[in-house]
């Protein structure tokens, strides 16, 4: 029975630790070194987690924020409020986004209910020039 639970624990464990090394967030559109107009969309996509609202504190969940011209946020750190920051509180998995012309990154930060930053783990950066 020992043995037994002591199996059972450690694939909870790992089970959890490879749930958390799968998970991921990525650019649909628009891919890396595109150049798009002054208006275009951007659309997120997140693996191994779920999208909910701000507010819903389940594990394993979170939603999306962008980040323009800006690095992502260390882990556990509230994403900010500001022009650069754009967050996604709803849930939403897409936005239109209005930039001017030249070269912009773009970093999608993935961040709990509580706008607390999952880190660079779960961010990434794309770069775009804008026409």
């Known amino acids: 029975m020992k043995k037994l639970f ?3 624990l450690l694939t909870l464990t ?3 630790a490879a749930s958390a090394q799968a998970a991921s967030v990525s650019f649909v559109e628009p891919k ?8 275009f969309t951007v659309k997120f996509a997140v693996e ?4 909910k609202p701000a507010g819903d504190l389940a594990k394993e969940t979170g939603h999306h924020h962008l980040i323009v011209d800006g690095k992502s946020i260390p882990a556990g750190q509230v994403v900010p409020t500001d022009a650069n920051h754009i967050h996604f509180g709803k849930g ?6 209005k930039l001017a012309p030249g070269k912009h990154t773009l970093t999608m930060q993935f961040a709990n209910g509580a706008h607390q930053s999952y ?4 961010s990434s950066t794309i ?5």
């Open 32 to 39: 890396d070194g595109a150049t798009v107009p002054s208006e």
């Open 119 to 122: 880190g660079e783990a779960m």
């Open 14 to 16: 790992f089970g959890a």
């Open 92 to 97: 939403q998995t897409e936005t239109k986004v």
């Open 48 to 51: 191994g987690m779920a999208v």
């Open 6 to 8: 002591s199996l059972a």
């Open 127 to 131: 770069t775009v020039t804008v026409k």
